[in-house]
C-alpha cells in the first residue's frame, strides 16, 4: 500500500477568525496558491474515501532558515519570502526592502506569520512517514510553532543577527494577505510525536544568514535554482 505525504500549506485558512488556526478550523484561501492547495487536499480525501490512499497532509506555516551545517538552503532567484530577503538586504544585495502594510489590526501594524526551520519541517516529514508505515491514519497536522512574529519584528531581528542597519520603506497593503497565521501545533506533536529543535526566530536568522553568505561565494552558475 503506498503512503503519501502531501505538502499543503497554512494558506489555506485564508484569513482566520482565530488563532492560533487548528486544522478543523473553516478554510477559505485568498490566494490562487490557497486555492490550489485546498483542491488537492479535497482530491487527497476523497482517494482516501475512495481507494484507501493513507496519507499525511502537512500545512506549512511560514518556513525558514537553512541546513544548520550549511549544506543547503533556499537558492530561488528573486525570492520574495521575508527572510530571505530582508537577509539579502542586510548583505547589499538589494538596496532595501519594502513592508507592504503597517494599518493591519496587529501590536506594530504588520501582518504577523509563525516562521519554521526548515530542518524541523523534514523532521516532520520523516515522523510522518514512520507515522503511516505504522499503521497510522490518514490525517491533515499543522506544522508551526504556535507563535507569531510581526513583519517588523523580523526586519527588526534580521538588524541584529546581521549587525546592520538597513534600509526599510513602507507600501500599500498587498492584496490577499491575511492578518496573522499562526498554528494550533498540539496534532503533530501528539499524532506524530513530532519536536522540533530549532524554534528560536534568531536561530532561524542566523542559518538563513550564513547559507545567503556561501551561497555568495558560489560560482554564479550554481547559485540559484529556477522554480520554473
Known amino acids: 500500500m503506498c503512503n503519501f505525504i502531501f505538502s499543503s500549506t497554512a494558506a489555506v485558512y485564508g484569513n482566520p477568525t482565530r488563532v492560533p488556526v487548528r486544522?478543523?478550523?473553516?478554510?477559505?484561501?485568498?490566494?490562487?496558491?490557497?486555492?490550489?492547495?485546498?483542491?488537492?487536499?479535497?482530491?487527497?480525501?476523497?482517494a482516501s474515501t475512495a481507494h484507501g490512499l493513507r496519507h499525511v497532509t502537512l500545512r506549512y506555516f511560514n518556513v525558514a532558515g537553512a541546513d544548520p551545517l550549511g549544506r543547503t538552503g533556499q537558492s530561488t532567484k528573486a525570492a520574495t519570502h521575508l527572510i530571505k530577503v530582508a537577509?539579502?538586504?542586510?548583505?547589499?544585495?538589494?538596496?532595501?526592502?519594502?513592508?507592504?502594510?503597517?494599518?493591519?489590526?496587529?501590536?506594530?501594524?504588520?501582518?504577523?506569520?509563525?516562521y519554521t526551520h526548515v530542518s524541523d519541517l523534514v523532521a516532520a516529514h520523516a515522523d510522518a512517514l514512520l507515522y503511516l508505515r505504522r499503521g497510522g491514519a490518514s490525517t491533515t497536522l499543522n506544522c508551526g510553532y504556535?507563535?507569531?512574529?510581526?513583519?517588523?519584528?523580523?526586519?527588526?531581528?534580521?538588524?541584529?543577527?546581521?549587525?546592520?542597519?538597513?534600509?526599510?520603506?513602507?507600501?500599500?497593503?498587498?492584496?490577499?494577505?491575511?492578518?496573522?497565521?499562526?498554528?494550533?501545533?498540539?496534532?503533530?506533536?501528539?499524532?506524530?510525536?513530532?519536536?522540533?529543535r530549532f524554534d528560536d526566530l534568531g536561530t532561524i536568522i542566523t542559518h538563513a544568514l550564513a547559507w545567503e553568505r556561501k551561497l555568495q561565494s558560489l560560482p554564479a552558475a550554481s547559485k540559484f535554482v529556477d522554480p520554473a
Not at 33 to 39: E, Q, R, T
Not at 149 to 165: H, N, P
Not at 173 to 186: I, K, Y
Open 23 to 46: 486544522e478543523d478550523d473553516p478554510t477559505g484561501p485568498t490566494s490562487p496558491y490557497g486555492s490550489s492547495k485546498l483542491m488537492t487536499e479535497i482530491m487527497l480525501r476523497d
Open 146 to 196: 504556535g507563535r507569531g512574529f510581526s513583519v517588523l519584528e523580523v526586519i527588526e531581528t534580521v538588524k541584529r543577527v546581521s549587525g546592520v542597519d538597513f534600509k526599510v520603506e513602507f507600501a500599500a497593503r498587498r492584496a490577499g494577505d491575511p492578518v496573522r497565521l499562526v498554528a494550533a501545533c498540539d496534532r503533530a506533536h501528539s499524532i506524530l510525536k513530532w519536536q522540533p
Open 87 to 114: 537577509v539579502e538586504t542586510a548583505l547589499g544585495l538589494r538596496p532595501k526592502m519594502d513592508v507592504f502594510g503597517t494599518d493591519y489590526p496587529t501590536r506594530d501594524g504588520t501582518c504577523i506569520r509563525d
